[in-house]
């Protein structure tokens, strides 16, 4: 069975930092362009970052442009987005999904095919 697998929520105070994982199960990540999406309560899913597959190319939201990084290990076998300064509007469930695309894109999360069961991320003191 063919599915994301994400890890590494969970609760921080202001300021601090948290890393999400996502590997694939089933599948290697080598040829997807893989996205982080977040689901903020009251609010729609919203693209958070993504990084392309042949020439690595990273996108951010305006929101989290340089406080979150992401990234693949070098077995491209898992993507990580380490979240710096993080502040309470930060806090959702972050998504990762995969996506056969040339290009990678945080504005339209109808272009990925698999996505992972969510991980929560509360920022709160």
């Known amino acids: 069975q063919v599915q994301l697998v994400e890890s590494g929520g969970g609760l921080v105070q202001p300021g601090g930092s948290l890393r999400l994982s996502c590997a694939g199960s089933?599948?290697?990540?080598?040829?997807?362009?893989i996205a982080w999406f977040r689901q903020v309560p009251g609010k729609e899913r919203e693209g958070v970052s993504c990084i392309g597959v042949n020439d690595g190319t990273e996108r951010y939201a305006a929101s989290v442009a340089g406080r979150f990084t992401i990234s693949r290990d070098s077995a491209k076998t898992a993507v990580y987005l380490q979240m710096n300064n993080l502040a309470p509007e930060d806090t959702g469930v972050y998504y990762c999904a995969a996506g056969p695309l040339p290009m990678c894109t945080v504005e339209v999360e109808g272009l990925y095919d698999y996505w992972g069961q969510g991980a929560q991320v509360t920022v709160s003191s």
């Open positions: 089933g599948f290697t990540l080598d040829y997807y362009a």
